[in-house]
């Protein structure tokens, strides 16, 4: 009995911590309606900071508790700086768009604290006066952890106040409910927002600060905490603040509890735990379904097919590509391989998103569930690489089909989150399950059949599929289904109305997009030679998440252009030292340039050509 | 026998009875117009009839077959149209590609993955927008319309699969008076050359008494008149609702005591 008491208060020292980087990513999602992926990186930052200025202050209980408030502060004021200097350009940008943003300052921010502080991980000091451990029922209970118990619940009730005691909290309830019509209520929402930047930053940092007696301060905190901070904040409801505190509660002391039972299954737990509050309730468990998204964006133009001059530009492109082995040398179509795979997964997640409207933070499940596929099929049932090549897709569609039924219950952000569990559910068990997925040491010897084996012999086998594979998608985004799709991403009441069932045809929608990601998984699986847990990867979804909205998610073309861009910069910019913060600081500055993606930067850049060079001529 | 049987019709929002106990016969061919002030209950009305809403007590009988808990997609497949209050058409599309889209829907090709969807029931897109006066407009995209053109295609992508029943929830709202008058005279047409029945709500009473067969009148979610233009404008409850409704909340009040 007393052994679960103290299992229960662990579980309930973990809730405080999370919960302070949940509401903090809640308040800033409310607010500002962004999905902030750097609110991990910000958590980091706390840590290391907190752990600076404690070991340099002698650290007696006044060092260490100053310690952690300047951390808060110092990590406030980097939140402010982020929204102030970057964000707040990119309000008029396209939905999501400043996802993008969030992702580069990762990056940035990763490479500067490797930079101040150094890779090594860093053992942070108890804190004075509550360093030993007390009895409770028996059982050693750490004193930190009372206190900890003891923070979060502070915590609330200071932001309970401040939210409904003060002007400016009252202000961010209502812009949380409708933020147009705070606006036309005459508050500046650029002091808003600049607000609920610092307030969350600084959240996040007091969380990371609080950490550093309990876990070494690294460089992988970041993103280790992100996802879970994203299943409490959305459990809880996004925007709701005692909703991220319930979740953060029910999320840890069922994790405390669990893994007594049952091991392995703390990784998977928290995803599980929120696909089943998602299919239950679809705004979580204190959500509501929000505003919009601000002002309406531009437009979108109708499809056309291409004009004559195009297809000519684009059959020279495939040409060039489809020579290239004559001059290229071996790295050079290892690349071009790279480019392929790539091209073809972010053609599938534009698919999902730009077409058919269901942003996916999860895509790499389906690409990695390919990748696995076809691995195992080698590897397990000794099939050779034309039956890999099907079971590859094939496993793909299978995945895509089993989540997308949960998923299209869902739409805009929560729909987004709940496939990020998908992925971090599948990539779990394939980290566990190391009889089946080897684990960590993947799955190795997964070689292309002789005749493919050449690196020219295997490039054109993969641009033969992948070409085919964006072919076959362009198809399908001109024909009924895909303008359905279309249509149900522009008002699905009206779908409904001229008597379409659109669940049914996004399940479908999904199931292919899923498919021609597993189909870029397993030729990627082949280029390698081997498979690991991280093509299911967070990471991976990202950079698919980057090249769709980097190249412009209203174009058809924009997918392939960010591909292209994304996969030529990160091939260039790895060799350097700090490429991280290279890779980043471009992607920022692309985002600051072109808030309308490289497809939309480029025909503006057209547009303005043209006028320049004399608009009569053209005309 | 009338195409459609309202009996009983009621929907409760927590206390407030927004729709109660409304019962209507519509009959083949019949133009039919649902007025009151606002908050009567039209539009919980229509979205009952229409399958948006789920009615706590009461049906909805369509050539015999009760409706109730069908989803809107199955009720437009029985052949009820619906144009919007506030119009949904796909932005991201040209005019004659949002009547192509029900067309597609309405031969149920929506499935199909390989034809180009630009080229399917062209003619037939065309025509239905020359029936509305939206020929010109074919090419244009969708989101550069003016909001009477927006309705007219929203008509007309409603004919694209025959409807029976029209439901028409405020189709001049937001229009310039001249236009109120021809769209509505357009619908009038097409009715009486389709012989298909209408149910409109409107607050325009020039358009209502110069198109509408029959006329409903609701109050605070009560059917309280019912008859052609001429026994409206003669009834003394619609005359206190329209010109001061005191008297009216006064005996209500009464009636519940």
Redesign the interface.
Known sequence: MSFYFAQLLTGLANASSLFLIACGLSIIFGVTRIVNFAHGSLFMLGAYIAYSVVTRLDAGVFGFWFGMLAAALAVGLVGLAMEFLILRRLYRAPELFQLVATFGLVLVIQDVALAIWGAADLLGPRAPGLARAVRIFGEPIPQYDLALIGIGPLVLAGIWLLFHRTRWGILVRAATQDRDMVGALGVNQNWLFSAAFFLGAALAGLGGALQIPREAVSLQMDLNVIAEAFVVVVIGGMGSVAGAFVAAVLISVLNAFAVLVFPQISIVLPFVVMAVVLVLRPHGLFGKPGSGHGAPGE?????R?MSGRGRMALAALVLAMLASPAVAGDFTLILLVDLLVAMLFAASLHFLMGVGGMVSFGHAAFFGIGAYGAALAVKTLGLGMGGAMLAGPLAGALGALVFGWFCVRLSGVYLAMLTLAAAQIVWGITFQWQDVTGGDDGILGVWPAPWASSDTAYFYLAAAICLGGIWALR??V???????L??G???P??A??????LRR?QW?GFT?AGTLAGLAGTVFAFSKGSVFPDVLGIAQSVDGLIMVLLGGIHALAGPLLGAGVFVLIEDWVSRLDFWRFIFGAIILAVVLLAPDGLAGGLERLRRLLRRTTGGGAAR | MSLLKVRGLTKKFGGLVAVGDVSFDLARGEFLALIGPNGAGKTTCFNMIGGYLRPDRGSVRLEGRDIVGLPPRRIWRMGVGRTFQITETFRSMTVRENVQMALISHHRRSFDMVSAAAKLYVAEADALLADTGMEAHAGRPCSELAYGDLKRLELAIAMAHKPRLLLMDEPTAGMAPSERVALMALTAGIVAREGLSVIFTEHDMDVVFAHAHRILVLNRGRLIAEGTGDEIRADATVREVYLGGGAIRARDEADHA
């Open positions: 437009p979108e133009a109708p499809l097919h198809r399908v001109h024909s009924p289904f895909g303008y359905l279309r249509g991403r522009d008002s009441v009206r409904e109305a001229i008597g379409l069932d045809h479908a292919l």
